[in-house]
């Protein structure tokens, strides 16, 4: 069985400062890994993935995440917030390419202040 | 990024009524998965859906739920008698190259 956790239902952070939103992951086999980002009132956009190839991914954007396998993380950053990113961002993981189901998390609300 | 379009945008329904929700993914593709999103919680799997085929479903996708690829383009989703817990937004994602892209939603309402 696959799982994820998002430490931190709400985040918030100033216009300007670094965007660090965390995922941890349970997968039986390696994973393929994924962060979608939510604008009120709309479906999901794919930002970036992981499917074994670099443990640094960069996404649209601006954002980018690190596969770590011994801390079974996947977080999300972002060097410089802009109000833009105001939005949902959920972390999902599946236990293979196509045609596995997504299994996502809870979900991060970012909040961009000026 | 592979366009997919749902429709409707909006559905208000009265419970035991039954209500299709489409999915129409501009190319050709072969995996379809629906999901739902009830207000304020995680994104949830419903089913997948392959070569005309269930391939797994979820614990949620019991028997008032079915699949179907009617046409060859247009992915449906139908619930046979609603009911006031499956008031969510509804997700179809279609998947190209190991990633899975999603529709833009139907808000469904029941009531």
């Known amino acids: 069985a696959q799982s994820v956790t998002q430490l931190g239902s709400h985040v918030s952070v100033s216009e300007g400062a670094l965007v660090l939103l965390r995922c941890n992951y349970s997968?039986?086999?390696?994973?393929?890994l994924f962060w979608y980002v939510q604008y009120p009132n709309q479906g999901l956009q794919l930002l970036l993935k992981y499917t074994s190839a670099a443990t640094l991914v960069k996404g649209i954007n601006g954002f980018e995440a690190e596969f770590k396998k011994s801390e079974t993380s996947f977080h999300l950053t972002k060097p410089s917030a802009h109000m833009s990113d105001a939005a949902e961002y959920f972390c999902?993981?599946?236990?293979?390419?196509?045609?596995?189901?997504?299994?996502f998390g809870t979900g991060t609300r970012l909040q961009v202040t000026l | 990024e592979p366009e997919v379009t749902q429709t409707p945008s909006h559905q208000v329904t009265q419970m035991g009524q039954e209500v299709i929700l489409r999915c129409v993914p501009i190319?050709?593709?072969?995996?379809f998965y629906w999901y739902r999103q009830i207000l304020g919680q995680k994104v949830e799997f419903l089913v997948s859906f392959y070569n005309n085929e269930i391939s797994e479903k979820s614990e949620i996708f019991d028997d008032q739920f079915s699949v179907e690829r009617p046409d060859g383009s247009n992915f449906t989703l139908k619930i046979r008698s609603t009911k006031l817990e499956d008031s969510a937004m509804y997700f179809c994602?279609?998947?190209?190259?190991?990633?899975?892209?999603f529709g833009p939603g139907t808000r469904l309402l029941v009531l």
């Open positions: 190319s050709n593709h072969l995996y």
């Open positions: 997968s039986s086999v390696p994973p393929y």
């Open positions: 999902a993981v599946s236990e293979s390419g196509t045609a596995s189901k997504l299994t």
């Open positions: 994602a279609i998947a190209e190259g190991g990633t899975q892209y």
